[in-house]
C-alpha cells in the first residue's frame, strides 16, 4: 500500500532531500490534498512545528477536516495530539515525544510512533537530535502504547534511492505485531 505524504514548511507543500535540502515545492498543500486523497488515506507532516521553526497546524487541521489522514509533524502536548482526532484525524505519529509517559495518556489504536533513522541511530526534532538509540530498541519500548510504526530512514528520504529491503523485514519483525509503514525512498525505475 502507498500512502501519500504532504510535507508542509512555510504554507507550502514541499519535498527535502535528507530533511534539510529543499528539492521540490509544489505548491498548496489543500489542493494537494485533494488530489493525494482520491487514493485514500494521506499523510500530513508539519515540518516547522517538528523543527520548532513554525506553525502550519490551522492548514493541517482544515485538510484533515476535509480529507482522511494521519498526521504529524511537533506534537509534544497532549492538547495538541487531541486538538488533531477531535478534528477527525484517523491516527497521529508521534516523533520526539514518543515516550511510554507521555503515549500512555491517548488512545494506543490511534497513535504511530514515528522513528527517524540518521546514521543508524533515532534521530528527533526534525531529524536535528540524535538519541543514541537504535529504531529496533525503540520499537521494543514503545509496541505496547502504538498501533503502529512510521519508520524513516533520513539518509535516503527525497533521493529517489529504495530502501533497503532486508531492513525493513528486519525491522517489520521487530515490530512486535504492530503495523509498520516506511518513509524515505521510493525508488525511481
Known amino acids: 500500500m502507498i500512502i501519500p505524504s504532504i510535507d508542509i514548511q512555510g504554507g507550502r507543500a514541499v519535498q527535502l532531500r535528507g530533511g534539510n535540502y529543499p528539492v521540490l ?9 485533494a488530489r ?9 507532516v508539519d515540518l516547522d512545528a517538528a523543527l520548532g521553526t513554525g506553525d502550519n497546524s490551522e492548514i ?18 497532549k492538547e495538541a495530539v487531541l486538538r488533531y482526532l477531535d478534528a477527525g484525524a484517523r491516527s497521529v505519529m508521534i516523533g520526539t515525544m514518543a ?50 510504526f512510521l519508520v524513516t530512514f533520513c539518509d ?3 533521493s529517489l534511492r529504495g530502501i533497503d529491503l532486508e531492513r525493513a ?8 505485531g ?12
Do not use: N
Request: proline content about 5%.
Open 169 to 176: 523485514s528486519s525491522l517489520i519483525a521487530s515490530a512486535g
Open 60 to 77: 493541517a487541521l482544515r485538510i484533515v477536516k476535509r480529507h482522511p489522514c494521519r498526521v504529524g509533524g511537533g506534537l509534544r502536548s
Open 178 to 189: 504492530r503495523r509498520v509503514t516506511f518513509a524515505g525512498g521510493a525508488g525511481g525505475a
Open 25 to 33: 515545492d509544489v505548491g498548496d498543500p489543500e489542493e494537494v490534498a
Open 156 to 158: 535516503v528520504e527525497g
Open 99 to 148: 515516550s511510554p509517559e507521555f503515549l500512555s495518556q491517548l488512545p494506543r489504536e490511534r497513535l504511530t510512533a514515528a522513528l527517524d533513522e540518521k546514521g543508524g541511530e533515532v534521530v528527533v526534532e526534525g531529524w536535528t537530535k540524535g538519541t543514541g538509540r537504535g529504531i529496533e530498541e525503540r520499537m521494543a519500548v514503545l509496541a505496547p502504547y502504538v498501533s503502529g
Open 36 to 44: 493525494y486523497s482520491r487514493v485514500g488515506e494521506i499523510a500530513v
